[in-house]
């Protein structure tokens, strides 16, 4: 079946250090690729997207490129702030199905 | 940008109470979507509906039902509210779209709930 993996947290990061959490994902055909941040309290954001192999998503300073040779979609950022502490979920969606998968999300601490 | 209301930040029931969280989306989404948030399990699909008055059950619909009347507002209701039914409930929405152009899903703020 459909799936996500995600790295497991908490990841605590000092802040300019480099991020990057690993998502893998299992699936047939061509799923669009998301990220997701929930800050504490709120709901999910849209962070980034991706609809096709190859194709780089990014916002905030966040990237995720799509690869479907190693089926992979990992979040990276250059230089991480305190305020970007929050729980991030790796997503999918299926061409054929309105549901999007999740993974399990990794929660991120970055210390000053 | 698409706004998805929840009518509650904050709830207290009492158990085997009936429960009611609303939801509702301005952007005239085809599909709506109720999940549940406990730490370590992630978020849970309990319900989704993909047009007025059709729904499908998630991977968690034991205990709740819901009701889509009108395009923008899909309903949660728990029958008979019991204490394992604490939780964050997060309703979401999303276009239905085109193959390669598929969209994402929008979020409200969340409601939190608790049986006491």
């Known amino acids: 079946g459909n799936s996500v993996t995600q790295m497991e947290g908490p990841v605590t990061l000092s802040e300019e250090a480099f991020l990057t959490i690993n998502c893998t994902y299992t699936a047939t055909g061509y799923p669009s690729l998301f990220w997701y941040v929930q800050y504490p309290g709120e709901g999910l954001q849209l962070l980034l997207k991706?609809?096709?192999?190859?194709d780089k998503g990014s916002n905030k300073g966040f990237e995720a490129t799509y690869r479907k040779e190693t089926t992979s979609f990992h979040l990276e950022k250059g230089s991480v702030q305190v305020s970007d502490s929050a729980v991030y979920f790796c997503a999918l969606r299926k061409s054929s199905a309105s549901k999007i998968i999740f993974g399990s999300g990794t929660r991120l601490s970055i210390r000053p | 940008d698409v706004k998805v209301t929840q009518s509650s930040r904050y709830l207290v029931k009492r158990t085997g109470e009936k429960v009611f969280l609303e939801c509702v989306q301005d952007?005239?989404?085809?599909?709506m979507f109720w999940y549940r948030q406990d730490p370590g399990l992630g978020l849970r699909l309990i319900y989704f509906s993909y047009d007025v008055k059709m729904k499908e059950k998630g991977d968690i619909p034991e205990g709740y039902s819901v009701s889509r009347e009108k395009k923008e507002r899909f309903s949660l209701i728990l029958e008979s509210a019991s204490t394992n039914q604490t939780s964050m409930y997060l309703c979401?929405?999303?276009?239905?779209?085109?193959?390669?152009?598929?969209?994402?899903?929008?979020f409200g703020d969340g409601t939190r709930l608790s049986i006491l």
């Open positions: 979401a929405s999303s276009l239905q779209g085109r193959a390669r152009t598929l969209q994402p899903q929008h």
């Open positions: 952007m005239d989404h085809e599909n």
């Open positions: 991706a609809t096709k192999a190859d």
